[in-house]
C-alpha cells in the first residue's frame, strides 16, 4: 500500500472538510530583532527561564510502585554480584517490598545526580542507600544506619552490602533502623 494513499473513509473526509491555510514566510524587521535581542539579554541578565541543570535520563530496576528509591554504589561492577543481590532480596524479602515496589538505582550511572535530584525525578518517599556516604549526595555529615529526613523524604544510610555481609554489628544496627523505617 502507497504510504500516501488513505483507505479509511472517515479520515478522507475530515481532510477534505477542514480547511487547510498556507502562511508565507515573512522575515523580522530590524526593530523586531532588537527588541527580540533586549529581550534576551534581559533574561540572560536577571536569570528568568533558567533551566535547572541538565541531567542524564535516569535508568533504574523495579516497578517504584511504593515510591522506594534503593541506590547501590559500586564503582568496580556493573551489576550485583550473586551474593551481595542473595542479600538485597534477603533483605526486601524480610519487610515485605517486592520489585513492583522499588527503584534500584546503580549511583556509578548517575554522578551528576545529588540525594534531591534522586528523589524529585522518583518521587521517592524513603530511601536506602548502599554504599554511598552522605556527602556524595549532597547531604553533608551524616552517620549510618540512622533513619534521616529531609524534605519529607525518610532515608538510612549504611555500609556496601559486601561490607554489610561481613559485619553482625552493622548487619545488626542497620536491621535495627530498616524495622522502624519499614514498620
Do not use: C
Not at 44 to 49: F, I, L, N, Q, S
Amino acid at each position: 500500500m502507497n504510504p500516501l494513499q488513505i483507505d479509511n473513509a472517515q479520515a478522507l473526509r475530515l481532510f477534505f472538510q477542514e480547511e487547510l491555510y498556507v502562511f508565507p514566510d515573512t522575515k523580522l524587521n530590524s526593530q523586531d530583532e532588537v527588541k527580540q535581542e533586549e529581550l534576551i539579554s534581559e533574561i540572560a541578565e536577571t536569570g528568568v527561564g533558567k533551566a535547572e541543570k541538565s541531567l542524564a535520563p535516569l535508568n533504574y530496576l523495579g516497578g517504584n510502585g511504593q515510591r522506594i528509591l534503593i541506590l547501590l554504589k559500586d564503582t568496580l561492577h556493573k551489576d550485583l554480584h550473586a551474593e551481595e543481590r542473595k542479600l538485597l532480596m534477603a533483605i526486601l524479602e524480610a519487610i515485605k517490598i517486592k520489585v513492583s515496589d522499588y527503584a534500584l538505582v546503580f549511583w556509578d550511572a548517575h554522578t551528576d545526580y545529588l540525594f534531591q535530584d534522586f528523589t524529585r525525578v522518583l518521587t521517592s518517599q524513603r530511601v536506602l542507600s548502599f554504599g554511598m556516604n552522605s556527602e556524595l549526595l549532597g547531604l553533608g555529615e551524616l552517620p549510618f544506619n540512622a533513619i534521616h529526613e529531609q524534605a519529607g523524604v525518610k532515608f538510612i544510610l549504611t555500609h556496601h552490602l559486601t561490607a554489610l555481609k561481613d559485619d553482625v554489628q552493622a548487619k545488626r544496627a542497620f536491621w535495627s533502623q530498616l524495622k522502624v523505617l519499614f514498620p
